[in-house]
């Protein structure tokens, strides 16, 4: 099973920039259609944005359009969630996660978490003043 780890999230001012990362273990992530989720208390779970494996297209949800960009890395075996221009709305526990194969970013993959099999355990990001 692939093993996936977030990292990168933590407190940061309305404005500021973050880098989430997502590791992975055991297999290549480069094989893997992978998405960003994230949940705030006491809302449902938000997908936010979708790359492709092998060439890497990507979708985002409207909210983060223009301020979020996902990327994958295949030599380290990492995606990452660069986010700029954070807002209050954007606090969130989030959450990567992987499906095996090709799948083109629809806006549903984007925002359905039921297309994805494997998930790490989430990082912390604040945005407050």
């Known amino acids: 099973q692939l093993q996936l780890v977030e990292s990168g999230g933590g407190l940061v001012q309305p404005g500021g920039s973050l880098r989430l990362s997502c590791a992975a273990s055991?297999?290549?992530?480069?094989?893997?259609?992978v998405g960003w989720f994230r949940q705030a208390p006491g809302k449902e779970r938000e997908g936010v944005s979708c790359?492709?494996?092998?060439?890497?297209?990507?979708n985002y949800a409207d909210s983060v359009k223009g301020r979020f960009t996902i990327s994958r890395d295949n030599a380290k075996n990492t995606v990452y969630l660069q986010m700029n221009s954070l807002e209050p709305d954007d606090t969130a526990l989030y959450y990567c996660?992987?499906?095996?194969?090709?799948?083109?970013?629809?806006?549903?993959?984007?925002?359905?978490?039921?297309?994805?099999?494997?998930w790490g355990q989430g990082t912390q990001v604040t945005v407050s003043s």
């Open positions: 996660a992987a499906q095996i194969g090709y799948y083109a970013c629809s806006d549903q993959r984007v925002s359905d978490s039921k297309t994805y099999t494997d």
């Open positions: 055991t297999f290549s992530l480069n094989y893997y259609t």
């Open positions: 790359i492709t494996s092998n060439i890497g297209s990507t």
